[in-house]
């Protein structure tokens, strides 16, 4: 975790009166008055005047500037949306696990190391809003209402420097429909670079044109059914599993040249991945995959033209900080069949759990081009890394996998699969895009081939049997190779050495001639 915690610079330090503020169970009444303060609060019946740490949430609630309720606290941060109940004791629960948390301060830095490691501190009440406005707004005007003749502070909002605590437009336009009550004391207006500024990182995760982000490239995979079964959350709300067709060649861009988010900029635009030694950082996990692994995953991608997705099974050692990924699980679905979907994921799921697996990462197909991420699946990856982060008390780490089968710009006829990571952008550029960055692998040669790979190997052929977009192996993939001796050659490279296997193979291959 000493690594994990270098992966972003900036903005580290906050210095907010939260960070020491009072434990949830000491009553305010008992809160230390100011210095040489005797006289009684304006308004109160407290018998001194109570710093700013010791208005908490629950002296905001008894004296009705907040009321408890469901969903009516939130968080964004760096692009991202937390949500929490507020409780009748000043406690807040967030949605998406049920923690409890006892104050502001302890849930936003909760929630925003999860999206960036390297976060120090929450800031929780310039950053946690009630129904659209922040917190310390809150305790701003209880002051102007019971102490109108305390010293007002030298600073309210003390967000970290460059922080993006900007509510996103359409939460602005719900609170307005709701006709929520702002505190009394008016905003500033907003400039018009702002505005646009807001709109471009307007929930940064959806691609232009989109309602849901999509795992990797088009409408793909989502294994609905949630922890109880795999132990891990299971990239939920996203969308049936299902493949996009290869466009024409997209030119990869570096990371560098980005710049800002930009609505107007392709999604599928490629984009080069960046080495961890090239910023001056270590990886903050190990990974080690099976030979196995990276077979099934390169054969079910060269079945199609279009891509395909599935999901990586596998263990994650704490102790270690070793991920290790053990097994894939492809997708046999095809794109807007959501009852298959559904089908498809709670079979991957019962796998899982039979298994004694967790979900570790998802892997996808990039087929006639480079094994490089597109901004919308760098967009997704780092969605995918903060549900399966949120999803316990401790980082785990969400590994990416792109295979480019078919792509004439690799080295040989072995597939090019790459794995990658995405660093959140500096706290100070939250409009940018996350980093993708390469990932450094071992790999396992595994001493045989299992049933369940071969098995799984025959389900996809029959399901891509008589497909307009399965691959024709018969033709010509290059001057002297058909695209089944591009298989063959992709695959020989990770198939273990144990031939007994090998009559199977071509029964596997015998019968993807015959399909095709």
């Not at 505005?195 to 409408?219: D, F, H, I, M, Y």
């Not at 690799?410 to 995405?422: C, H, L, M, R, T």
């Not at 307009?468 to 033709?475: A, I, M, N, S």
Request: charged share 25%; with cysteine.
């Amino acid at each position: 975790m000493a690594a994990l915690a270098a992966a972003s610079p900036g903005g580290d330090e906050c210095l907010e009166e939260d960070e020491d503020e009072l434990e949830p169970g000491l009553d305010e009444a008992e809160a230390e008055p100011e210095t040489g303060s005797g006289t009684k609060a304006a308004g109160g019946t407290r018998g001194a005047v109570l710093t700013r740490r010791g208005i908490t949430l629950r002296v905001l609630l008894r004296d009705g500037l907040l009321e408890p309720a469901r969903g009516v606290l939130s968080i964004y941060y760096l692009g991202k949306k937390f949500v929490g109940d507020l409780g009748a004791d000043g406690t807040i629960t967030w949605q998406e696990t049920g923690q409890v948390f006892n104050s502001p301060s302890a849930w936003a830095t909760h929630c925003k190391r999860l999206v960036n490691p390297a976060k120090k501190s929450g800031c929780g009440w310039a950053s946690v809003r009630y129904k659209g406005q922040k917190l310390d707004q809150y305790k701003a005007a209880w002051l102007r209402k019971h102490q109108p003749n305390a010293p007002p502070p030298a600073e309210e909002s003390l967000a970290s420097e460059g922080e993006e605590e900007e509510m996103p437009e359409d939460e602005e336009e719900e609170a307005t429909r709701e006709g929520r009550a702002p505190v009394p004391e008016p905003t500033a207006t907003k400039k018009p670079e702002e505005r646009s500024k807001k709109q471009q990182c307007k929930n940064p995760a959806e691609p232009a044109g989109t309602g849901k982000v999509a795992l990797g490239g088009g409408s793909r995979g989502t294994l609905e059914n949630p922890a109880a079964v795999t132990g891990a959350l299971c990239f939920a709300d996203h969308g049936p599993p299902g493949k996009r067709l290869e466009s024409k060649p997209r030119v990869p861009v570096r990371y560098c040249t980005l710049g800002t988010r930009d609505s107007a900029r392709n999604p599928q635009t490629l984009v080069e991945v960046t080495s961890f030694a090239a910023i001056n950082k270590f990886q903050p996990f190990n990974v080690a995959i099976s030979s196995n692994v990276l077979l099934l995953l390169d054969f079910h991608s060269h079945l199609t033209r279009s891509e395909v997705v599935g999901y990586l099974g596998g263990r994650w050692d704490t102790n270690t900080q070793l991920l290790t990924v053990l097994r894939a699980f492809p997708c046999r679905t095809r794109l807007g069949d959501a009852e298959a979907a559904g089908a498809v994921e709670e079979e991957i799921c019962q796998s899982l759990f039979l298994r004694g697996l967790s979900l570790v990462g998802w892997y996808h197909s990039h087929p006639f081009g480079p094994a490089l991420p597109s901004l919308h699946d760098i967009d997704a990856q780092m969605d995918y890394q903060l549900k399966l982060q949120g999803s316990g008390n401790g980082f785990q780490p969400c590994l990416a996998l792109i295979c480019g089968p078919y792509y004439h710009g690799n080295p040989g006829v072995e597939s090019k699969i790459a794995p990658f990571w995405v660093m959140p952008p500096p706290e100070q550029r939250p409009n940018d895009y996350g980093i993708p960055m390469d990932v450094e692998v071992a790999y396992i040669q595994d001493g045989f081939l299992t049933n369940d790979v071969l098995q799984e190997m025959t389900l996809l052929v029959e399901f891509y049997k008589g497909a307009p977009d399965l691959v024709k192996f018969q033709e010509l993939w290059s001057q002297d190779q058909t695209y089944l001796d591009k298989l063959k050659g992709s695959l020989a490279s990770r198939t273990p050495k144990d031939q007994s296997f090998t009559h199977i193979l071509e029964q596997i291959y015998s019968l993807l001639k015959l399909s095709s």
